[in-house]
């Protein structure tokens, strides 16, 4: 198993940028996939970013793409959400999660229900 603990967030005007960390213990952090996903009051839980096992692969959202950068530090069992370029509609509660894709044959994955441990969570919230 692995815990998750976001931190990071907070309120910030349009444009401004902040850096979401997510600090994981248990199980060996680099054995697992990385994904950040977010929900907005109202709405279904979404995909924001994604990170293989060591880094070399990443993957975003149409949405956040150019914005948002996730990056890994296996060292610090950490993964973050550097983002940049703020809006409004980037509100919500961040979330980053884990999943052990070994035996598979992809190394990332935007599929929340592929996603086996999550973290509580971080408000984010932008105005305008």
């Known amino acids: 198993q692995v815990q998750l603990v976001e931190s990071g967030g907070g309120s910030v005007q349009t444009g401004d940028s902040l850096r979401l960390s997510c600090a994981a213990s248990?199980?060996?952090?680099?054995?697992?996939?990385m994904g950040w996903f977010r929900q907005a009051p109202g709405k279904e839980r979404e995909f924001v970013a994604t990170?293989?096992?060591?880094?070399?692969?990443?993957y975003y959202a149409d949405s956040v793409k150019g914005r948002f950068t996730i990056a890994r530090d296996n060292a610090r069992n950490t993964v973050y959400l550097q983002m940049n370029s703020l809006k409004p509609e980037d509100t919500a509660v961040y979330y980053c999660?884990?999943?052990?894709?070994?035996?598979?044959?992809?190394?990332?994955?935007?599929?929340?229900?592929?996603?086996?441990?999550w973290g509580q969570g971080t408000q984010v919230t932008v105005s305008s």
């Open positions: 999660a884990a999943t052990d894709l070994r035996s598979s044959i992809v190394v990332v994955t935007i599929n929340l229900d592929e996603y086996d441990y």
């Open positions: 248990g199980r060996k952090f680099s054995d697992y996939c």
């Open positions: 990170i293989s096992w060591n880094g070399d692969v990443t």
